[in-house]
Structure formats: structure tokens, C-alpha cells
Nanobody, 126 residues
Framework: QVRLVESGGGLVQPGGSLRLSCAAS????????ISWFRQAPGKERERVSC???????YFANSLNDRFSISRDNAKNTVYLQMNSLKPDDTAIYYC????????????????????WGQGTQVTVSS
């Protein structure tokens, strides 16, 4: 069974840090691009970061100032390091991958054509 499982979320104060994990099973995630999205209550899903099979990274809305993405292919896991967190970062964070992509470079997959995890909640509050 192909699965992506997010973990590492929680409650942090503004300015704090979290490292999220996206653990893959049932396929070799190192052959594919892995994207992180987030969705806050009442808002649309938005792009966060992506890493390709060649470890090229992308960020949305200048999030590279505070976030970084990496992968450990031996562990079949992608990480999202989030620093200097703000209340506006509060959201459910999802990882996704398009397993039909022959290039391994396709970031930002559509829900209907990709595998998604269940999400992990990040709450930034005093």
C-alpha cells in the first residue's frame, strides 16, 4: 500500500522551530519529487516547499528565509525544517507526491493525481 505519513507537528510559541517528517512506504520516495502544502482553517491549500529526486529545492512566498527542506532516501523520508515560526504558519501540513511522474521533478501535484498524507497540525501561539 502506497502511503505518506506526516509527523512532527505540535504547539510552539512564536519564534520557535519544528521539524516535520514525511515518511513514505510502499514506494521509493527518492525517485520522486515530494511537495509540502499547508491549509489553515477557512483558507485554501497553499504551497510550502518541494524537493525533487535530484534534491533541487523550491519554496513558495519567500519561505526559504525561514524554512528548509531535505531528504534522507535511506529512511524514505523528507523533512521540513521550520524556524522563526509565526502565528500565520498555523495550519495542517501535508506532503504529496505524483507517482505517475517519470521525471521525478514534478512539484505541486494535484490532489486527484497524487498521493497525499493525512497531515500534521502545526499551531503557533503564545
Amino acid at each position: 500500500q502506497v502511503r505518506l505519513v506526516e509527523s512532527g507537528g505540535g504547539l510552539v510559541q512564536p519564534g520557535g522551530s519544528l521539524r516535520l517528517s514525511c515518511a513514505a512506504s510502499g514506494f521509493t520516495s527518492g525517485n520522486y519529487a515530494i511537495s509540502w502544502f499547508r491549509q489553515a482553517p477557512g483558507k485554501e491549500r497553499e504551497r510550502v516547499s518541494c524537493i525533487t529526486n535530484g534534491a533541487v529545492t523550491y519554496f513558495a512566498n519567500s519561505l526559504n528565509d525561514r524554512f528548509s527542506i531535505s531528504r534522507d532516501n535511506a529512511k524514505n523520508t523528507v523533512y521540513l525544517q521550520m524556524n522563526s515560526l509565526k502565528p500565520d504558519d498555523t495550519a495542517i501540513y501535508y506532503c504529496a507526491s505524483d507517482l505517475s511522474d517519470p521525471t521525478g521533478r514534478r512539484c505541486w501535484p494535484r490532489i486527484g493525481s497524487s498521493s497525499w498524507g493525512q497531515g500534521t497540525q502545526v499551531t503557533v501561539s503564545s
